[in-house]
């Protein structure tokens, strides 16, 4: 397969650009995003099958059922990070291997519904909290140990509503590709 194919699977939307300026109306559009993927995901692969399930998004990609798993978890540990930075100095998160949880027997396996409740409850508390975020709150910050880069809690909305839409759309493009 072509290499600017599968980029083009790879990141059906683009890759996470920080804006220049953050608005008012680019978090509130971030955080519908937010409030409104565990429904939108839960809708787009509550019909598939199991075999539709255990297939990849791309050649040498995880299943649909490792992504709906592996979004849940990301999020979770994003949930996490915002807590900590609300709650602590710049603190220094803890990274996690993602692909290595990818791997793990329960992620390869487990059925999605577990994942699809599990998104539901954790946006739930996490749009909750966002929403209750002052200005001050939103530039409060975190650091990741992969590079020391710093984020603000503004940007992380965003990165979570990108890292939303980009695993939708490896489903829903696996989903338009194949007529399901």
């Known amino acids: 397969m072509e290499k600017e194919v599968l980029e083009q699977l790879r990141y059906p939307i683009g890759k996470f650009e920080i804006p220049e300026s953050i608005t008012e109306s680019k978090l509130e559009e971030w955080i519908s995003v937010l409030e409104t993927l565990p429904q939108r995901l839960s809708d787009l692969v509550?019909?598939?099958s199991e075999e539709q399930l255990e297939t990849p998004y791309r050649p040498d990609g995880w299943t649909v059922r490792q992504l709906v798993?592996?979004?849940s978890d990301?999020?979770?540990?994003s949930y996490i990070r915002f807590k900590w930075a609300l709650t602590e100095d710049k603190p220094t998160i803890k990274a996690y291997d993602e692909k290595a949880w990818a791997e793990l027997f329960d992620t390869r396996t487990a059925p999605i519904l577990m994942s699809l409740y599990h998104l539901s409850a954790v946006h739930a508390k996490l749009v909750y909290l966002i929403r209750g975020l002052s200005k001050q709150d939103l530039k409060r910050s975190?650091?990741?140990?992969?590079?020391n880069q710093e984020t603000t809690l503004e940007e992380n909305i965003g990165r979570y509503a990108w890292h939303s839409n980009h695993?939708?759309?490896?489903?829903?493009?696996?989903?338009?590709r194949k007529g399901w």
């Open 46 to 48: 509550s019909p598939l």
């Open 142 to 147: 975190f650091i990741h140990p992969d590079g």
């Open 167 to 176: 695993h939708f759309a490896h489903i829903e493009n696996l989903v338009k």
């Open 74 to 77: 990301s999020h979770h540990n």
């Open 69 to 71: 798993h592996h979004i």
